[in-house]
């Protein structure tokens, strides 16, 4: 797995939190005074779930509601083909990926339909022990152009019984990652909020309540103005 400028690769809830994360080459919160580009963007990744465990149940409004202030039209590909729910094995989940991922080209040449892909399945097992948590995955290979996503809906549920907007939260805060490779809210080196952030209760919280700002980050959903500034700045 390779993480490139602000790549985060887990999501994960207290008291366990390995992350990885590089901001090398990005912007911080107080270097984004460029003007924004004249234009909007379209952010247009398959989606794909496993019976009983779609995270868009009602519609991907409130995902759309928070990318369209930074000048990001969501459009998701719904898949036609609901998989039956089952539990994976934590090394197989990007080949599951891959299997069920509308495809162009063939040979080196194969690349994702849509460009990005997001995933939500029941949940895995066999989890490495600083994972025991992960609520969702994201994968750029290092490159801009290509992502997928993977949520683990049941361990959400199970950690938040009931709680949908703790799905939300989990959905966008990947999604960030998966669109521009926002980092975290957090800083993992300082436990203060990251220089790349301005708002502390910004989508990217790596938490509910991301414990350097104690705001909960899933109440509303939304990113904030530094993020915009990247997802403003995206050419795929």
Known sequence: MKASCNQI????????VALTTLGAGCPTASQVGEKPPDRSTTFAPEYDYMEGYDVFPYGHGTASTAFAPCSTKLQVWYDEEIRPAELLDWNSVGGYMY????????????KLKHGAYLIAVQDVYNRPP?????LGYTDSGGEEGWAWTVVFVQTI?????????AINHAVIHEMGHMRANLTELCDPATGEMSDYHNDGSCVMGDVKVPPCTGTDAS???HFC????????????
Request: glycine content about 6%; aromatic content about 6%.
């Open 9 to 16: 690769l887990r999501l994960l809830l207290p008291p366990i």
């Open 99 to 110: 299997e069920h991922a509308q495809k162009t080209g063939s040979g080196a040449e194969v």
């Open 130 to 134: 600083d994972s025991s948590v992960t």
């Open 157 to 165: 549920r199970d950690i938040f019984p009931g709680d949908t907007l």
């Open 219 to 221: 109440a509303n959903p």
């Open 225 to 236: 103005s530094a993020c915009c500034w990247q997802l403003m700045h995206v050419q795929w």
